[in-house]
């Protein structure tokens, strides 16, 4: 079934450690998208990447980084996790920037 | 960053109609989009609009005016399983997504 998958599906994580989310598209999406979604405050963007080979940073990038190597991977890494990065972490592809995105079923992430 | 405003919450009772109002603010403008999301679960496209007026999809419209800043969601015909959160968001000059905090819908039979 097409579609985006997200790995894992939860996790819990100690402050300091390093986490990479991963995010899979198989619909040939150009651009893909990481945001993160806390209760009151709706999704906020941050990071993406309109091609394979190019990123960008969103609303809220610190304490991330994205890489896009080919066109259907695109992983999130927290190099250093803290408190404030527990959330809901989903990610989402578009055929171009100007089209719908489609989301993952999301990452629930607590970092004690 | 962006100024997008929704309700937080709304009740309706099942089989009746009812509008999301959603104002913002943005530098520059590509189009606005309407979400659905139940709890524990991704959003999921429910409308486009870009040029000023109604677009209507079933049960779903979406309006817009890109003079006043304003859009709504109209549902209609309410069923148990359209209890969930409508999120607003617009795409700006830069083609990004912005995203309101969301509007929760709770349908009563």
């Known amino acids: 079934i097409a579609g985006i998958t997200q790995a894992p599906t939860s996790q819990i994580l100690a402050a300091g450690r390093r986490m990479t989310l991963r995010c899979t598209q198989d619909m040939r999406h150009n651009a893909m998208y990481w945001y993160r979604q806390d209760l009151g405050l709706g999704l906020r963007l941050i990071h993406y990447?309109?091609?394979?080979?190019?990123?960008g940073k969103g609303e809220v990038p610190d304490g991330y980084s994205v890489s896009r190597a080919n066109t259907d991977d695109f992983p999130l890494t927290l190099a250093s996790a803290v408190p404030s990065q527990t959330s809901v972490y989903f990610c989402?592809?578009?055929?171009?920037?100007?089209?719908?995105?489609?989301f993952g079923p999301g990452t629930r992430l607590t970092v004690l | 960053g962006q100024n997008i405003d929704q309700p937080t919450e709304m009740t309706a009772t099942e089989g009746a109609i009812v509008q999301i109002n959603c104002t913002y603010q943005t530098s520059g403008f590509n189009g606005l989009f309407w979400y659905q999301q139940h709890a524990g679960e991704a959003p999921t496209f429910l409308s486009y609009?870009?040029?000023?007026g109604l677009e209507e999809k079933g049960r779903f419209s979406s309006f817009l005016s890109r003079s006043k800043g304003y859009s709504y969601l109209l549902l209609k015909e309410l069923q148990m399983k359209d209890s969930a959160s409508y999120l607003c968001a617009v795409k700006d000059g830069d083609y990004k997504l912005s995203f309101g905090a969301g509007t929760t819908v709770t349908v009563r039979a």
């Open positions: 990447s309109n091609t394979a080979g190019t990123t």
């Open positions: 609009n870009v040029l000023d």
């Open positions: 989402a592809s578009s055929e171009g920037e100007e089209d719908e995105q489609f």
